[in-house]
């Protein structure tokens, strides 16, 4: 079963063309119905005290600059979807960015959303963490930096056992049917989760079920991060999407300790889907 309804998140970024262009594309292989979706950020009101040094129209301005913003992402949006040919709808929800992607997104089958840009000056609600940990559905991130010239032709998933990553294979099942070639790989599996004898086999033999041959490998490295050798592997083999599960531990162990999502999150140098 392939993806019939796709929601993407566009803001202000100069990133947002980019995530309208892939998921357009993506909408079109699979005849799915995209829906665009801008939340509008509340305008800021500051403390009371500071309340009457205002200039005159304040509140005025960011509300018209809000709606040009949204009228701006509305036309990328349109200008894309109709350029691929698909069905579409346009929403757009004044409220915090998180709150409004969740609440949508609990009604489709794949969200699309940006990689945070360090240097991007709108609140994006701490997106895409936020929606990774509250959607409950499969969120596919599109890198900032560079361009998507494919998504899906060579798909490397990230494999640990975890039910994170189960979910994520499962949820990208119609991108990786659709690959030229699959890789699976599994970093430093020993003692780690249920892999088994032979770490990749049964999710090899899964996949073969699904008629997909997939190409699988363990490592055991220990000079490097398991998230630099992840996209250090992905590079060298031309990857195009990577599938992994995120957060397989709590995010406050991964703030504190570090992990791997929070790190494919940040480096990430093409399009990620994860599952929580």
């Given amino acids: 079963m392939g993806f019939k309804d796709i929601l993407v998140h566009v803001d202000e970024a100069k990133a947002s063309q980019k995530r309208i262009r892939v998921s357009a ?7 799915a119905h995209l829906i665009g979706l801008h939340p509008i950020p509340k305008p800021v009101v500051p403390a009371l005290e500071d309340f009457a040094r205002l ?8 509300i018209a600059y809000a709606a040009g913003v949204a009228d701006s992402a509305k036309a990328c949006f349109v200008e894309e979807a109709e350029k691929a040919g698909i069905q579409f709808e346009w929403r757009q929800q004044e409220g ?20 945070r840009d360090p240097d991007a000056s709108h609140n994006d609600g701490n997106l895409p963490v936020s929606a990774l940990l ?25 494999w640990d056992s975890s039910s994170q990553a189960t979910r994520a294979v499962h949820d ?27 770490p990749c086999a049964d999710i090899s033999l899964h996949l073969a079920r699904h008629g997909i041959d997939a190409e699988a490998q363990s490592i055991v490295v220990t000079d490097i991060g398991v998230a630099d050798i992840l996209l250090s592997r992905a590079a060298d ?7 992994m599960g995120a957060y397989g531990h709590s995010r406050w162990r991964e703030l504190v ?14 399009p990620v889907l994860m599952a929580h």
């Fill in 55 to 62: 200039p005159p129209g304040y509140m005025e301005d960011q």
């Fill in 25 to 31: 594309e993506l909408a079109a292989r699979h005849d």
């Fill in 134 to 158: 509250s959607v409950g559905r499969p969120v596919l991130i599109i890198p900032y930096a560079g361009d998507v010239e494919s998504l899906g032709a060579r798909v490397m998933v990230g």
């Fill in 172 to 198: 990208a099942l119609p991108l990786i049917a659709e690959a030229g070639h699959v890789d699976i790989i599994a970093v430093n599996p020993e003692g780690v989760g249920d892999h088994g004898a032979i």
């Fill in 96 to 115: 915090h960015p998180g709150d409004v992607v969740r609440t949508h997104a609990r009604y489709c089958d794949l969200l699309v959303l940006g990689q």
């Fill in 257 to 270: 300790l570090g992990g791997v999502t929070a790190e494919m999150l940040e480096h990430m140098t093409m």
């Fill in 237 to 243: 083999k031309g990857v195009d999407l990577f599938v």
